[in-house]
């Protein structure tokens, strides 16, 4: 199946209506496609592309040099895997501890800018195991703020599902009250990557500046084995 214009024009029109007052980035979540669809989806006008696995995305990355597609990588992170991810991407949204940072910082080349990074934020408690604990994102983003290879752009949420919309509403809300501490704290910190495909208009409502969209645009996802990464 590929990508419908139907697609991006429905999330454009609902960031629009929703987040008339400030742009807002459409993170194309291309896990698992093939680098055609991602061709098709840049055609079709998106040229922010979210990865997860390293190896995949090297591979894609391989095979469209031609297209000036800005790499974001927004999945778990092994500090065994950061030296690609700190010399091909220009965003990484999962940083969840110091080591990491560190890795990332000390990777990246000097000839490039610095790596943007967001930190990710547990916002759901018990029920999620990947991101720092609220109470500990000020500290983690002070130590971040000094790498020199990294710039610290903000917070990241993955909140648990939930056809709850209140309780998906309190979470993004937590993050974007964490935001707001970094920022009084004198970070200069200003993006809230949140919202995938079931849950954006709630994380727009509640102040996303990057929503990361994966099946809403290119549809089911194709399964991947296991053993790719
Ligand atoms: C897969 C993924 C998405 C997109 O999920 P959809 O529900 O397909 O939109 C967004 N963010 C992260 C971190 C993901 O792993």
């Not at 917070?155 to 970094?182: C, G, K, N, V, W």
């Not at 509640?206 to 645009?217: D, K, N, Q």
Request: aromatic share 4%; charged share 20%; proline share 8%.
């Amino acid at each position: 199946m590929s990508i419908s214009q139907h697609a991006v024009q429905a999330i454009n029109a609902e960031v629009r209506a929703l987040a008339p007052d400030r742009p807002v980035t459409v993170v194309a979540v291309s896990k698992t496609q093939p680098a055609v669809r991602l061709r098709e989806a840049f055609a079709l006008g998106l040229s922010v592309f979210g990865e997860n696995y390293v190896q995949e995305a090297l591979d894609k990355q391989a095979q469209l040099l031609d297209l000036p597609i800005e790499w974001h990588f927004i999945g778990p992170l092994q500090s065994n895997k950061t030296r690609p991810v700190a010399e091909q991407f220009a965003w990484v949204h999962s940083v969840d501890r110091l080591k990491l940072a560190e890795r990332l910082s000390a990777q990246r080349p000097p000839h490039l800018a610095p790596l943007q990074v967001c930190l990710q934020v547990n916002v759901s408690g018990e029920e999620s195991k990947s991101g720092v604990a609220p109470a500990d994102v000020l500290a983690l983003a002070q130590a971040v703020q000094v790498l020199p290879g990294l710039r610290l752009r903000g917070l990241m949420a993955i909140p648990e599902p939930s056809t709850d919309q209140a309780l998906l509403r309190a979470r993004f809300a937590l993050l974007r009250t964490l935001l707001h501490q970094l920022a009084a704290q004198g970070l200069p910190v200003d993006t809230l990557s949140m919202g995938m495909s079931a849950d954006y208009p709630l994380a727009l409502q509640e102040g996303a500046t990057h929503i990361r969209i994966g099946s809403a645009l290119f549809g089911a996802r194709p399964p991947r084995s296991p053993a790719q990464d």
